[in-house]
């Protein structure tokens, strides 16, 4: 057996079946590149759905992390440490906010936005307890913890996992009337994804997001804006919101948050809404640590330059431009997406996603399927032109063969 057989033979017998990864196997990785066990090397047009916007083994992130780690790791919120207070202050500034609340994985940070969303209806807006009301869209994708999953419409995320969470009303994606018929005065909260990555990149019709701002401020209810895969570079702007000029109530990051190297995330939003926490009411071992704190820093302070946001404009037209002269051959019927990201629906014809991807990978490019027939492109932010042409041009000869 190959060194990628074994390592894949071992991994399907000690571990849970709960994904299903190309065969590959990767050992190291650098910028937009990995090298598999056997030394082949793979363009990565996933970067970890948008964990890894500043590439693999950023030089200034790891130096960060580096340097945290000679110093102290973890303290535990019992005490205070020294890079919690400029990590609050720079991140509640990046997003135009005032507090943060910080956890670790994105589904967290969603369970998070979902209770400070439930007290401030209680304590602040006045719902009858145990009354609030969330609207979420269909076809969402929020993370994997059981509440999260109540609220899913993807029947392989919600089989077999009830009793559900009870306190969500879904609404099409996109559609503002239901969004709006479903309102009542208990209605505490929308979340939202202002780009549905899982779902295939569905950008919603334009006005929609400003519509919802509208609507919610007129309801006094809060606009919970979902920018874990969609934030920080992604879409040409440090958040996807940006591009119709709307300021949500509340940010929820993750993924390119920890740099690629920890988990963070975290809840954004005003004194007012985050202000509903008294000491005791919620929290996290891991939330906030200083390796987190310190690496998150390094993120912020690359975002704040704007070169990250800037270059994903740039290479993303040039991505859509290539990706539009595809859609008219056949083999592809629709092209989505803002900025560095796109999801492409392939042409049933041709196979489904999950063999395209196969095929890309035996083209040394690493894409990920979703739903049927679309791949999803996300490359790194720091990817070279030269790189992502490279990468097209592999996708037009698997779409061609
Ligand atoms: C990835 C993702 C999550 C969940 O993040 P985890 O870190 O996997 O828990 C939530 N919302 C969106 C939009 C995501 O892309």
């Known amino acids: 057996m190959s060194a990628t057989e074994t390592a894949i033979a071992s991994a399907e017998a000690h571990s849970a079946h709960n994904y299903h990864p190309l065969p590959v196997v990767v050992a190291s990785a650098e910028g937009a590149w990995m090298t598999d066990v056997e030394g082949r090397h793979y363009l990565d047009l996933l970067a970890g759905y948008s964990a890894l916007n500043f590439g693999h083994g950023n030089r200034r992130l790891l130096?960060?992390?580096?340097?945290?780690?000679?110093?102290?790791?973890?303290?535990?919120?019992?005490?205070?440490?020294?890079?919690?207070a400029d990590f609050c202050t720079e991140l509640a500034e990046l997003c135009g906010m005032e507090m943060v609340l910080p956890m670790n994985t994105g589904a967290e940070a969603v369970e998070t936005a979902v209770k400070t969303a439930r007290k401030w209806g209680y304590r602040v807006k006045g719902v009858p307890d145990g009354m609030a009301k969330i609207i979420v869209a269909s076809d969402n994708f929020h993370g994997r913890t059981?509440?999260?999953?109540?609220?899913?419409?993807?029947?392989?995320?919600?089989?077999?996992?009830?009793?559900?969470?009870?306190?969500?009303?879904?609404?099409?994606?996109?559609?503002l009337t239901a969004m709006r018929e479903a309102m009542t005065e208990n209605t505490v909260a929308v979340l939202i994804e202002p780009i549905q990555g899982e779902a295939g990149v569905l950008v919603p019709p334009a006005g929609y997001l400003a519509g919802v701002r509208e609507l919610t401020r007129e309801r006094?209810?809060?606009?919970?804006?979902?920018?874990?895969?969609s934030g920080l570079g992604r879409t040409g702007r440090t958040f996807a919101l940006e591009h119709e000029g709307v300021v949500p109530d509340m940010y929820v990051l993750g993924k390119a948050l920890g740099g690629g190297v920890?988990?963070?995330?975290?809840?954004?939003?005003?004194?007012?809404?985050?202000?509903?926490?008294?000491?005791?009411?919620?929290?996290?071992?891991?939330?906030?640590?200083?390796?987190?704190?310190?690496?998150?820093?390094?993120?912020?302070?690359?975002?704040r330059t704007g070169e990250y946001q800037e270059r994903a404009a740039e290479l993303g037209d040039h991505l859509h431009r290539e990706l539009g002269l595809?859609?008219?051959?056949?083999?592809?019927?629709?092209?989505?997406g803002r900025g560095l990201w796109a999801g492409v629906d392939i042409a049933p014809a041709l196979g489904t996603g999950r063999q395209i991807s196969e095929r890309l990978m035996a083209e040394r490019v690493l894409v990920k399927d979703t739903h049927g027939s679309t791949i999803r492109i996300a490359p790194p932010l720091v990817i070279s032109k030269e790189d992502l042409d490279w990468g097209l041009d592999r996708l037009r000869t698997v779409l061609s063969a």
């Open 326 to 336: 595809l859609a008219g051959g056949g083999a592809v019927e629709t092209v989505r």
């Open 220 to 229: 006094n209810v809060l606009f919970v804006a979902d920018e874990i895969q």
């Open 63 to 84: 130096d960060a992390a580096r340097a945290q780690l000679e110093r102290v790791t973890l303290t535990s919120r019992a005490f205070h440490h020294d890079r919690f």
């Open 146 to 175: 059981t509440t999260v999953i109540s609220f899913s419409t993807d029947p392989e995320a919600r089989a077999d996992y009830g009793p559900y969470t009870p306190g969500f009303e879904i609404v099409p994606y996109g559609d």
């Open 262 to 303: 920890v988990p963070v995330s975290a809840v954004v939003s005003s004194a007012e809404i985050l202000g509903v926490f008294r000491p005791g009411e919620h929290g996290s071992t891991f939330g906030g640590n200083p390796l987190a704190c310190a690496v998150a820093l390094e993120v912020i302070a690359m975002l």
